[in-house]
Nanobody, 122 residues
Framework: QVQLVESGGGLVQAGGSLRLSCAASRRAYSIPVMGWFRQPPGKEREFVAAINWGGGSTAYADSVKGRFAISGDNAKNTVYLQMNSLKFEDTARYFC???????????????WGQGTQVTVSS
């Protein structure tokens, strides 16, 4: 089992920035892909971004491209989501996720964190 613990959420004004962190309890080689999802109020959970530790490849939802950046620190088993130019519609609970398979960065994750709330005021 892998535990994922998110941090870094909060309240920010539109146009501002936040950085989310997700620490994994297991070494990165056993969970080659880690990602972020979000669930806006009253909506379904959606893919945001993901990174493959091995090759360093990344994937982003169209709605966050150019504003969000995912990165990882292998030594700390931690993945980050830098969120810039935040918009009101980015308001959501953000979840960290990890998967045992190295393909399909956008779906079929095996482990999930509890989430951290991001609220963007307009």
């Amino acid at each position: 089992q892998v535990q994922l613990v998110e941090s870094g959420g909060g309240l920010v004004q539109a146009g501002g920035s936040l950085r989310l962190s997700c620490a994994a309890s297991r070494r990165a080689y056993s969970i080659p892909v880690m990602g972020w999802f979000r669930q806006p109020p009253g909506k379904e959970r959606e893919f945001v971004a993901a990174i493959n530790w091995g090759g360093g490849s990344t994937a982003y939802a169209d709605s966050v491209k150019g504003r969000f950046a995912i990165s990882g620190d292998n030594a700390k088993n931690t993945v980050y989501l830098q969120m810039n130019s935040l918009k009101f519609e980015d308001t959501a609970r953000y979840f960290c996720a990890a998967k045992k398979a190295a393909w399909d960065l956008r779906r079929e994750y095996d482990y999930w964190g509890q989430g951290t709330q991001v609220t963007v005021s307009s």
